[in-house]
């Protein structure tokens, strides 16, 4: 069975830094490519990045609102992926999902529970 | 405002057949397939629908994808009580290099 277990959330003040993990099991973590997709309060799924395979070169993409300040890597030895955020602002506050995508190009067919950032002063 | 639009809510009575619509553009739904979540309330969201019209094994037949152009469209057919969730069409932005989202449309089972 597929397990994505993230942790790593909490309180941060606008400007701080803070780094997500994702532990995954119950599948081949190497040959996947993972991505984040965060969700405020009462609001709709946002796409944050994703970062591939070794076979594609651990290549990555980030949203526009993001890019520059958020960096997505992994430790395929420890079957883990991060989300590793700085300059953080209020509207980064949200359930931050990590997902499995399928084989299938941006499919995200497994959804880990989330964890909570909050950006607040 | 979502690259991809939805309307914001839906409804229907047990039984009815209800659609759902999603509308994009060339670089996103008129390039690359769509993908639906659906969301219980209190829960992750997870995968309904891939390829536009594949239903993940678990799904029942009563969901339904269709494709046309730039907008695609999620049909749930004999409603049920339990189908009240949030539903979210996505798709590769060819020309965003990324993973774009509609809005959501929440469904109500009057």
Redesign the interface.
């Known amino acids: 069975e597929v397990q994505l277990v993230e942790s790593g959330g909490g309180l941060v003040q606008p400007g701080g830094s803070l780094r997500l993990s994702c532990a995954a099991s119950g599948f081949t973590f190497s040959g996947s490519a993972m ?1 984040w ?1 965060r969700q405020a309060s009462g609001k ?4 944050v ?2 970062i591939r395979s070794k076979a594609n070169n651990y290549a990555t ?4 609102s993001v890019k520059g300040r958020f960096t997505i890597s992994r430790d395929d030895s420890r079957n883990t992926a991060y989300l590793q955020m700085r300059g953080l602002k209020t509207e980064d506050t949200a359930l931050y ?1 990590c997902i499995k995508q ?1 084989s ?11 964890t909570l950032v909050t950006v607040s002063s | 405002q ?1 690259v991809l639009i939805q309307p914001p809510s839906a409804s229907g009575t047990p039984g009815q057949r209800v659609t759902i619509s999603c509308s994009g553009s060339r670089s996103n739904i008129g390039s ?2 769509v ?1 639906w ?1 659906q ?1 219980l309330p209190g829960t ?4 309904l629908m ?2 536009n019209d594949q239903r ?1 094994s678990g799904v029942p037949d009563r969901f339904s994808g269709a494709k046309s152009g730039t907008s695609a469209s999620l049909a749930i057919s004999g409603l049920q009580s339990e189908d009240e969730a ?1 539903y ?1 069409c ?3 932005d060819d020309s ?9 449309t929440k469904l109500a089972v009057l």
């Open positions: 991505h997709v709709g799924l946002e796409w990045g994703r993409a980030y949203a526009a999902y399928s299938l190009a941006a499919v995200l067919n497994n959804w880990g529970q989330g | 979502s690359n397939p993908t979540y969301q992750a969201p997870k995968l891939y390829r993940p949030d979210y996505a798709a590769w965003l290099n990324g993973v774009v989202f509609g809005g959501g």
